[in-house]
């Protein structure tokens, strides 16, 4: 009997075991994940579609691109101001060479070498060149601009950008129809962008790439620049 009773202890055990493994394997694993291992939540794109800016509305007066100018007989005119004399040397060799008139742009009231004290912020030039509105008077005036075909325009670069007085002239005339060249001395600025607020203010002007010049620069290399402008 106790052999009996023993056995049948044995036998539901057993199936009482097996019972809980078959709960186990129904529900999958049963540990719990570890910390850390869900990827996080990301917020959707707000805009999927990779749409650009639209274009901003065109000024009164925009700048037009440069484009090479027809051959044949051009009646040319070199502008040019000269504070320290260095770009008068290379507008005489660009109208020799080219057989043009000249102009030279004069202040109203000449500047002094105290008004030229770039390291000083309260001299005149440096006052000008912080007022992009300044407009330095222009003794005289190029008479009978309107039977030019090509202007070039001169000036030494100040604070890499032509002077105030630049503006003054270019506002003075109707260049419409016109071939504008700019061309400046500097001892190391480049020519970069000085151009930019008088091909602003020159609307319906034709404007050819520029160029920087040292006081130095010979008469071929500055022929060999204008010649290869087409103008010609």
């Given at each position: 009997?106790?052999?009996?009773?023993?056995f049948?202890?044995a036998?539901?055990?057993?199936l009482?075991?097996?019972?809980?493994?078959?709960e186990a394997?129904?529900?999958?694993n049963t540990e719990?994940?570890?910390?850390?291992?869900?990827?996080?939540?990301?917020?959707?794109?707000?805009?999927t579609?990779?749409?650009?800016?639209?274009?901003?509305?065109?000024?009164?007066?925009?700048?037009s691109?440069?484009?090479e100018v027809?051959?044949?007989?051009?009646r040319?005119?070199?502008?040019?101001?000269?504070?320290?004399n260095n770009?008068?040397?290379i507008?005489q060799?660009?109208?020799?060479?080219?057989g043009?008139d000249?102009?030279e742009i004069?202040?109203?009231q000449?500047?002094?070498?105290?008004?030229?004290?770039y390291?000083?912020?309260k001299?005149?030039?440096?006052?000008?060149?912080?007022?992009?509105s300044?407009?330095?008077?222009?003794s005289?005036?190029?008479?009978?601009m309107?039977?030019?075909?090509v202007?070039?325009?001169?000036?030494p670069?100040?604070?890499?950008?032509?002077?105030r007085?630049?503006?003054?002239?270019?506002?003075?005339y109707?260049?419409s129809?016109?071939t504008?060249?700019?061309?400046c001395?500097?001892?190391?600025?480049g020519?970069?962008?000085?151009d930019?607020?008088?091909?602003?203010?020159a609307?319906?002007?034709?404007?050819?790439?520029?160029?920087?010049?040292?006081a130095?620069?010979s008469?071929?290399?500055?022929m060999?620049?204008?010649n290869?402008l087409?103008?010609?």
């Amino acid at each position: 009997m106790k052999n009996l009773t023993a056995f049948l202890l044995a036998a539901m055990i057993v199936l009482s075991l097996a019972a809980c493994g078959g709960e186990a394997n129904s529900t999958g694993n049963t540990e719990p994940p570890q910390n850390g291992t869900e990827a996080p939540r990301t917020e959707a794109p707000a805009d999927t579609n990779n749409e650009t800016d639209a274009p901003s509305e065109p000024t009164d007066c925009a700048p037009s691109e440069p484009s090479e100018v027809p051959e044949g007989g051009k009646r040319i005119l070199v502008a040019y101001f000269s504070a320290t004399n260095n770009t008068e040397g290379i507008a005489q060799k660009l109208a020799d060479g080219l057989g043009a008139d000249l102009y030279e742009i004069t202040p109203d009231q000449p500047y002094t070498d105290a008004d030229l004290d770039y390291g000083n912020s309260k001299s005149r030039s440096s006052v000008e060149m912080d007022d992009p509105s300044a407009r330095p008077e222009i003794s005289g005036s190029v008479e009978n601009m309107e039977q030019y075909d090509v202007v070039f325009i001169g000036y030494p670069i100040w604070w890499g950008e032509a002077p105030r007085i630049m503006s003054t002239f270019i506002e003075s005339y109707d260049f419409s129809g016109k071939t504008l060249v700019a061309f400046c001395t500097s001892a190391s600025s480049g020519f970069g962008r000085s151009d930019s607020a008088l091909r602003s203010a020159a609307c319906g002007a034709t404007w050819l790439d520029g160029r920087r010049f040292s006081a130095s620069a010979s008469a071929d290399d500055v022929m060999a620049w204008a010649n290869g402008l087409g103008i010609n």
